[in-house]
């Protein structure tokens, strides 16, 4: 297997494993010895402690002398200004660097951002990253601007402030011009300061301003944001292709100004733009701002100039309806032509009532993600968004108002994932009926809502038409119980004659039957999906034929502890009692039952490893 890996996949593995285990990867075989160091000391990570050893020891220093044509990355945390005499010779050693991220400890007696100032650039002349955060007491920001002009190289800046909501620290847009005349060559900006309003006045200057044309990605915190700074980011950055709008931390108002009155004037300052963000195709933002000014002005501006959105991420906090029904107007704008939507709603208790998400019909919607949101009406989703392919739901819960809508409408979905999600069991049914092409299915911590049990101890996952090419369960629960028996049936023969010839038939279906248990085996515990034999599954057959009877006789043993909820191997036909869950489908190639989590004996606490068996 070594021969056969090139170099070049050698190096994507290398970054993908734990960085304390890549140096033992390198050791492997000579091939594997580059990779392995080039990833180890790709980037390195220096607090105060480890810089004064590098340069104190001299059996250290000669380690990092021999490595240091692959380091290209320096992360920076917390440099107090007594090691200062070291960051000339950090420079020296590392000439080479693409990648700077520098976070400096501040005290009130000491310089503030005295790295920033103290750092040769011009001696960094292949730089290309720059990740800086200043202290809340930074003075000067132009200087700081002028400091960086020497690094040609750089196309990405971060620029970072130690308290991101503080109102005496904020960024004018006169600072932002002074960005741009010392860093003409910059192609990424990304601002976590809050920014400072732009008066009247400021208005009619920002419209003679020169234009950064190389910014083609910019992010910035949504404190103050209104239509005079959208106006004043539409004339600067002309060429964007992507925009991100961050929350801040604070989302109750930091100025309590209101915007009612003035919605309508913005909406009609921005439309007296030549252009508005005319190659803009991928938007992230909440829908309202820290200052409750609503972002739905925004994308009814780029409707307005015929922008066509790909990919848009809406953050909502929900603590008003009126918020609530921002995100269905903010939807509606870019509804005819996204591609890719994230939906995220943070529901506060106040929120009342916690209305449904109103989609708009979204023709061109192939990729949705919805997180936390507490009611999601599935026939509505699909019948809105004909073309989905793939759907990713979590901390929510979905429900069908009408089952028998547009069942025999096909749906094009191939790709469904419910995470910490409530469902009534019956939804499935609908989706295999609908969605033929479903291929993918992920269920993790799902509690299915079941109205009541079979009289026999059953409940009945129903797929029978899908043919799934994965199907992935983990912790789920039944009606808020869990079960611990679940049998995978599917059907014997799924070629299409035979099918036709068996629909007067009674269709025979192969099971597989499995055990959620304590696995012992190398004296570890460990949960474990048990498959069960011929004898045992009949057993289980019988068991359940008499169900009630058997149930009621059951009785409690005290060697019969649960880690987690999970009983040892040995008890399975004790764990009959709390029913089956029996996952029907067509076919499906294969599925990842449970995770194998090992388990603390002492204090039965499970471990965060995962370990996933494949059937």
Known sequence: MVSILLPNILSYIATH??????TSCSLVCKRWTEPFLNAYWAKLEIDENKLSTMFATSTLNEVYRK????????DLKRINIRHIGYVTQLQQSFPGIKYLFCDEENHEDESDNWMIRSIDWISWRFLTHLSIKLTSKHSGLEDIFMNLSVSRSLAHFTLNSENNVEETNTMLWTQFESLHRHMRQLEYLDINYPLSSISKYDLEMIKTIEPAHKI???????????????????????NLLSLNMKPCKARRPL????????YQGQLILLKTLNQFFPYLKMVQTPTHTCNRWPLYIFYMTLNYFNIKLERVVFDTHVYKSLLMDNLTKCIKQVSESVKIMWVTITDYLNAKPRSRIIFNLCPKLVELHILEHRRIEMEHLLDQCPVLRSLYIENSTTYLINPSRHITIPHSLQKLEFINVSVPIHLFNYISLRCKQLKYLKLKSVTFLIPEWD????????????????????NYSYCFQHVRHYAIEQLENTDGNSLQHQESQEISFRTNWYHLCLDKTNRKERLLAWELGRRDIEFSQRYYKDFERRKKREKKRKDM??????????????????????????????????????????????SHQLNERKF
């Open 17 to 22: 494993i734990n960085k304390k285990d890549q």
């Open 67 to 74: 490595n240091v044509h692959r380091v290209w990355a320096l």
């Open 216 to 238: 083609t990605k910019i992010t910035f915190l949504d404190v103050r944001i209104d239509g005079s700074w959208l106006c004043y980011f539409a004339l600067k950055y002309p």
């Open 255 to 262: 100025v309590q100004e209101t915007y009612i009155n003035k």
């Open 455 to 474: 009289i026999n101890g059953k409940a009945l996952f129903d797929m029978h038409m899908s043919q799934l090419k994965t199907f992935i369960i983990y």
């Open 561 to 606: 502890i649960r880690h987690c909820g999970y009983a040892p191997k040995r008890f399975w036909k004790r764990d009959l009692q709390y029913g089956v869950m029996i996952f029907r489908f067509k076919s499906v190639k294969e599925y990842f039952l449970d995770e194998k989590r090992e388990i603390d004996k002492d204090k039965h606490i499970q």
